[in-house]
């Protein structure tokens, strides 16, 4: 659930200087493995090359993919921006319905978005953080 009470809402410095807002997403119920991307990912953002695929190309076929990639991501950013407004950035975490023991990180800049598995929750690390003076918070 986002929190976009308006009573509950301090204004930042941003928004008073740019209009730039934010909002926490807070969800009980991970997201769909299939829909996430679908509905969400693939429509509105392009994905980074990964650098090994890019070491196997010749210049001409980076070029290539840099132009198809550049024209891809002009194209979402306008149907994003009619979408949901202007999204300078977003970062977090993630939870995928078939991943329950690992934390997806989630970061997103301008027409960039990443997606990836970053370590198991807490809760999965108990001897970590048990006996600890942090695991009340925990």
Known sequence: ???????DRKITRHETRF???SFIYRARRPFHP??????????YFSEVVEEDEEDK???????V?????????????VKRTEAMGQLLRSK???????????????????NVMSVQAESPWMCETREMWE????AEQI
């Not at 006996?131 to 942090?134: A, G």
């Open 19 to 21: 209009g730039i807002t």
């Open 92 to 110: 977090g975490f993630l939870w995928i319905a078939t991943s329950h023991d690992i934390i997806g990180g989630w970061q997103q800049a301008g």
């Open 131 to 134: 006996d600890t003076p942090s």
């Open 1 to 7: 659930v986002a929190n976009n009470n308006i009573k």
């Open 65 to 77: 993919v840099l132009q198809k990639l550049q024209e891809d991501a002009a194209a979402k950013q």
């Open 57 to 63: 190309m010749s210049e001409e076929e980076k070029l």
């Open 34 to 43: 299939g829909r996430l991307p679908d509905l969400f990912l693939e429509p």
